[in-house]
């Protein structure tokens, strides 16, 4: 690549690094909201304000596509397959049942509600999931746009909080074991910090089995996205543009050998650590990217039918996962 297009691309890669380092140290003091969100919405807010640039456009688009495919790959070098197998094994069945019961949600009240089917897929993924980081490896698969992205990220993030306050009342009032809470919130729960914050609210035990429980839920991004990649190369070939490209999401086989290479020990005790940090910064620069190339006006004639979408999965996939652990004998 020349060194031409890097430097068109400089500019609008520090304004979304920039924005990075602000919404990071936002998400810090405010780790319910966290900076993905942080930086979509300043993002967001900026871009009404003021349009990007053309000179900052080139950095903005990089940054919102081939930088959110090097997050996930990046966030691959800090998992341990080891621990997620043994965990998996335990909560594979409701893991399992649960991303069923939301892919299918998305898919039946997305067209009943007539949402885009794009942005159902997103909104689909990230309940069923891991919130943000699946979001970021779907959309560049289905081709997915700012807005779309923009608005599945705001729609989960919502429903994130909501469960940090309902989940552990609801357990409590359930009579769910420790590990059964964990189950729970590891698998309807989306992102990381959310399970996090209800699960050790909980207890310990809690806490600490929902953190694996969604480690494994995350490895669901490969299946997932192969299958979404088939999906659209099979539409490509109907419509007369297949490509071999279009049927393979690369970045997704190297996110599953980086966390092999993790699992074999290549990278030590400590690199995993900084990975995790790395890849989990690298996701809030490219979603600022995808904030400022977000289009507001776009987003409010979307309406409110995605976000009524959102909670229905939300609720669907949270009742699943309870009515399996009960069938299963994990409560």
């Known amino acids: 690549m020349s060194v031409k297009i890097w430097r068109s691309r400089l500019p609008g890669l520090l304004s979304c690094s920039g924005l990075a380092v602000v ?5 810090l003091c405010f780790p319910l909201v966290g900076g993905a969100v942080f930086a979509i919405l300043l993002g967001i807010a900026i871009a009404s304000w003021q349009a990007p640039s053309a000179a900052l456009k080139p950095g903005i688009s990089f940054s ?15 998992l341990s397959l080891d621990q997620i197998i043994q965990t998996g094994q335990e909560s594979l069945a409701v893991m399992l049942v649960s991303l069923c019961a939301a892919l299918l949600a998305a898919y039946f009240i997305g067209r009943l509600l007539k949402v885009q089917s794009r942005l159902a897929s997103l909104v689909g993924v990230g309940t069923g999931i891991c919130g943000g980081s699946a979001i ?9 746009d700012d807005d779309e992205i ?16 309902i989940f552990p009342p609801l357990g409590h009032l359930f009579g769910l074991s420790d590990t059964g809470f964990g189950l729970w919130a590891g698998t309807a729960i989306n992102d990381t910090s959310s399970v996090v914050a209800a699960a050790y609210s909980y207890s310990i035990t809690a806490g600490d089995y929902a953190t694996i429980t969604k480690l494994a839920r995350t490895t669901m991004i490969i ?16 419509n007369g543009t297949y490509s071999i490209k279009a049927i393979f999401p690369w970045f997704i086989l190297l996110f599953l050998l980086a966390a092999i290479a993790n699992t074999l020990g290549l990278f030590g005790d400590r690199l995993p650590e900084i ?16 904030g400022l190339g977000t289009n507001l006006r776009a987003l409010v004639k979307t309406g409110p039918r995605p976000i009524f979408l959102g909670l229905s999965v939300w609720l669907i996939v949270a009742a699943t996962s309870l009515i399996a652990q009960q069938i299963s004998g994990r409560w």
Request: net charge positive; charged share 10%; hydrophobic share 60%.
């Open 275 to 290: 990975l995790g940090l790395a890849g989990r910064f690298l996701i809030i620069v490219a979603l600022a990217g995808v």
């Open 223 to 238: 299946p997932i996205s192969l299958a979404f990649a088939f999906y659209t190369a099979r539409k490509s070939r109907q």
């Open 64 to 78: 919102g596509k081939k930088i959110l495919q090097a997050s996930i790959v990046v966030l691959g070098g800090s």
């Open 150 to 165: 923009a608005f599945s990220i705001s729609t989960v993030f919502l429903f994130n909080v909501a469960a940090v306050l």
């Open 23 to 27: 919404a990071y140290f936002l998400g």
């Open 136 to 144: 970021a490896a779907i959309a560049p698969v289905i081709k997915a």
